[in-house]
């Protein structure tokens, strides 16, 4: 492990946790990669003026039934704009089939101070629902806001209770891949109307979260959770570099605690045999990534450098950056048996958190289907899977769907009534993942 930083700025480290041992003629080496980012806390108090947020509300009709989801959005907006660090910029978004900027307007970004705080929230009194839902013209809206901004930190915080109706699908992926990399966002889902899909891919495509707040009376909770968090970034772009040598070549690259994302699509490439995986923004955190990296096959007793991974930021044209941190991942060929079919702990961790994800979305899906052998062994094996790796709220959240007989050995019956808040938060939370437990 290694870390560079200036002593002003947020200091990152990198841990490598792997069975480097092969057995001859192996070729995949897996390995997670934990990144730490802390000691900017301080700093960030100090750096409001770095940080750019939209909050996109959702304005359709759908919102005034029942009319405390409009009245949730307007309260949840005011405490997230009560939130923002003074000297932060912001804007408000009313989203329907078109969007239309609430405040400040004339297609600029108001600087957060008391005064602007106050005409943002008297501003929000205007929002009314009437219209469809177009998502795509609300995420265009907030970038073409976003790039107006100087800000290192660029995010959005969206709020939707539908599906994207008025809008063909191809446009809001366009959108996205647009978005991709010029702002993080957040997606959230009031009520029970919404298409989970559509949420968790939003906040998938741009490194944000995704959650459901089925009750309204919990939104302003959640929108000031968001917004502290926003609050807490310090550091954008972050890359997670890999170098590989001649004739190794990177499978795959997954986050995977706090919450699943493939980025092994989201590769640029970085130079001879290096490519760059997106991050997003960082604040005081710890993330961990699963990294695959087939390498040629070798004999007993070889040995070589699979990959370095390194954390870096993005620099002038053409100008190498040092690396905030790196670690390596090694191969080592053994006829030692017991050595090469050794699993790390970490890796198998994160390859059940993975399965147990996969296990609940097509248990789901089967229900919804009416397959319930199909539904009852998928969710039976993610039972099985979450006792085993501690993560208890997935249980909890699994107990609400299921009536678990053995959660050692899987058994589960399907309860014959499940209310959809419940399916829907255990399909949206599927991806949360726990860290491996300490021992």
Not at 28 to 41: K, L, M, N, P, R
Not at 261 to 289: I, K, M, N
Request: glycine share 10%; aromatic share 4%.
């Amino acid at each position: 492990m290694a870390n560079f930083a200036k002593p002003s700025a947020p200091r990152f480290s990198v841990e490598v946790y792997q069975n480097e041992f092969l057995p001859e003629g192996g070729r995949d080496v897996h390995a997670i990669v934990t990144v730490t980012s802390t000691g900017g806390a301080a700093a960030t108090r100090r750096l409001g003026r770095d940080a750019a947020v939209v909050i996109m509300v959702d304005c359709s009709g759908s919102m005034e039934y029942p009319p405390d989801k409009m009245r949730g959005a307007r309260e949840a907006t005011a405490a997230a704009i009560d939130t923002l660090r003074d000297g932060t910029a912001f804007a408000v978004v009313a989203g329907t089939h078109v969007a239309k900027e609430v405040y400040p307007g004339q297609g600029r970004l108001a600087t957060a101070d008391p005064a602007t705080r106050a005409q943002a929230k008297e501003a929000l009194r205007a929002l009314t629902a009437g219209g469809g839902t177009a998502i795509g013209t609300w995420l265009r809206l907030a970038d073409g806001l976003l790039r107006g901004s100087s800000a290192g930190i660029r995010h959005g915080i969206l709020l939707t209770d539908g599906r994207n109706e008025h809008e063909e699908p191809a446009v809001l992926r366009a959108t996205l891949d647009a978005c991709a990399g010029r702002f993080t966002c957040d997606a959230r889902g009031v009520g029970t109307d919404w298409e989970v899909k559509e949420v968790t891919g939003i906040a998938g495509a741009l490194l944000g979260s995704a959650d459901i707040v089925a009750d309204p009376a919990h939104l302003a909770e959640d929108f000031t959770r968001m917004m502290e968090n926003v609050m807490g970034k310090e550091v954008a772009d972050v890359a997670l570099r890999l170098w590989t040598p001649v004739g190794a070549e990177v499978q795959y690259v997954k986050q995977v605690s706090p919450a699943l994302h493939d980025l092994t699509g989201r590769r640029s490439e970085a130079g001879p045999r290096a490519g760059d995986y997106p991050t997003g923004s960082w604040g005081d955190e710890s993330r961990e990534y699963h990294v695959c990296v087939r390498v040629p096959g070798a004999s007993v007793g070889q040995e070589m450098l699979a990959a370095r991974a390194s954390l870096v930021l993005p620099g002038p044209a053409g100008e190498p950056q040092p690396p905030l941190a790196q670690g390596l991942v090694r191969a080592v060929w053994t006829d030692d048996l017991a050595a090469s079919t050794a699993i790390s702990p970490q890796v198998a961790h994160y390859t059940g958190q993975a399965e147990l994800a996969q296990a609940i979305q097509q248990g789901l899906e089967a229900r919804k289907l009416g397959d319930v052998d199909g539904a009852t062994a998928k969710l039976g094996r993610a039972v099985q899977l979450a006792s085993v790796s501690g993560n208890a709220d997935t249980a909890r959240l699994l107990a609400k769907v299921v009536d678990v007989v053995d959660a050692v050995a899987g058994t589960v019956r399907l309860k014959a009534k499940v209310t959809d808040a419940d399916e829907m938060t255990l399909e949206t939370r599927s991806t949360q993942t726990v860290r491996v437990k300490k021992t």
